[in-house]
């Protein structure tokens, strides 16, 4: 039998950590990662049942994921499912989580919130859209939400990938190299829960401008990666993949020509108000919707075929 393990990242979260520990018990056992609280938020795990580990100094969110794998794996766990500590995912959507890995066994499952959109900040949703169009297209997923915490992870992959980042850039850092290396990135609908007056742990510069700064370096990396599959697309017979690889590649190459037309678009939504908060969800909607990358089924196993044949070292 498959032994599962629930991993909660925290940090100053003692009002809602405790919730999210009894309500989680109920499905899996619980580790709680705590990020070096100031308020108590590991003791309120403890008393709940969690087995809390305790950071010594603050060392933001990926950091803590990866202390929780281990610890998992050490325990001789198939797989861990994720979640944050803040309320922000209700864990009674864990069963949903355990029910898609059965129909996608070794793929990371992600848990998206874009079904209830209307929930999100507005300047949180439009970077969640820009940082899934290009995590998108250098893993050759199909995710609207890469930004979501809410995940499943089989053991098999945390063991395999080489991970080097922390902070917020670890999980699209996760996407991005598992879906380069040939596993499963695959998506269902949670409900999102936004609390009012809640404070989020992401800070917009100075989380925002590391996740852009990778995955810009990323990309540099990646554009002779994509030069070389859309001549090879232009050999290949099968018309479905040939016109996916061109597509892709124009989709990618004008959004790429646009970043300083987006980054205008940033700045006149930060200082106008209205006007910029239009231009901005047009720009986004037209050229860095995730969905631009849709392909169909047989394609992404071609690609990452061809990858291994070529001995292309992409992860």
């Known amino acids: 039998m498959d032994k599962i393990i629930a991993i909660i990242p925290v940090h100053n979260e003692a009002l809602t950590i405790a919730s999210v520990v009894l309500t989680a018990r109920a499905y899996l056992p619980v580790i709680v990662v705590d990020d070096a609280s100031e308020d108590g938020s590991g003791q309120r795990a403890a008393a709940v049942g969690a087995s809390v580990l305790t950071l010594p100094r603050h060392c933001g969110k990926g950091t803590a994921l990866q202390r929780g794998f281990a610890e998992a ?127 989020s742990h992401y800070r917009p510069l100075g989380d925002g401008i590391p996740i852009t700064a ?53 700045l006149a939504y930060l200082c106008t108000g209205h006007v910029g908060r239009a231009l901005l969800a047009t720009a986004v909607r037209r050229f860095y919707d995730p969905r631009l990358f849709t392909h169909p089924p047989a394609v992404v196993r071609v690609l990452h075929d061809r990858y291994r044949l070529k001995r292309w070292k992409l992860v």
């Open 73 to 199: 794996l050490r325990r001789g766990a198939n797989a861990v499912v994720t979640l944050d500590g803040d309320g922000q995912h209700d864990p009674r959507d864990i069963p949903r989580l355990l029910a898609a890995s059965q129909c996608w066994p070794e793929s990371i499952i992600l848990g998206g919130r874009l079904d209830s959109a209307e929930v999100i900040p507005l300047s949180r949703f439009y970077a969640m859209q820009v940082a899934s169009f290009w995590i998108n297209w250098l893993g050759h997923c199909q995710v609207r939400d890469t930004q979501s915490g809410f995940r499943f992870y089989p053991a098999a992959i945390l063991r395999t990938l080489r991970l080097r980042h922390g902070g917020f850039i670890f999980e699209s850092e996760v996407l991005i190299k598992a879906g380069q290396a040939g596993w499963g990135v695959r998506e269902i609908p949670i409900r999102a829960m936004y609390t009012p007056g809640r404070t």
């Open 214 to 266: 990778y995955l810009l370096y990323r990309g540099l990396r990646f554009w002779p990666v994509q030069c070389w599959l859309a001549c090879l697309g232009w050999r290949m017979r099968d018309k479905t993949i040939r016109h996916y690889v061109w597509r892709c590649t124009g989709v990618a190459a004008l959004a790429t020509l646009l970043l300083p037309l987006l980054g205008l678009c940033v």
